[in-house]
């Protein structure tokens, strides 16, 4: 009886799992549902403009959606322009007027991500 209740248990996971790869074929690792998210320009995208510059490694990001994430959590704030480069994981965040660490990280955790190391450059 035990060896039936285990067999079906490992089916349910199996299922579960094989729901979740189709999820993530059909839309994208954010599971977007087939909507992709809407880029945010920043309103002055001039580097020259933001005398402060910080580096921040972000984790969990995984593709083009996760991205856009991060971008649009600064760009859609007035006073900062950012740039995500994916394959390194990390964002060049530029401000016009100077951040704290904290302010950098719980941006990037309020756009659903985990932040790591930032420098101010």
């Known amino acids: 009886m035990s060896t039936v209740i285990i067999c079906l248990i490992i089916v349910i996971l199996c299922l579960i799992g094989l729901r979740s790869t189709i999820k993530r074929v059909a839309h994208g690792c954010c599971g977007s549902g087939g909507n992709s998210v809407k880029r945010i320009k920043a ?3 001039d580097i020259s ?3 402060y510059h910080y580096t921040v490694t ?10 856009k994430r991060v971008e649009n959590a600064f760009n859609g704030v007035e006073g900062y322009y ?4 994916l394959k390194q994981k990390k964002a060049d965040v ?4 100077e951040k704290t660490e904290d302010e950098i990280k719980e941006t990037i955790w309020r756009s659903g991500y985990e932040p790591g190391v930032c420098t101010r450059c």
């Open 43 to 45: 309103s002055d995208r």
């Open 49 to 51: 403009h933001y005398p």
């Open 58 to 67: 972000v984790e969990g990001m995984t593709c083009g959606e996760c991205k």
């Open 82 to 85: 950012a740039v995500v480069n």
């Open 94 to 97: 530029y401000a016009k007027a």
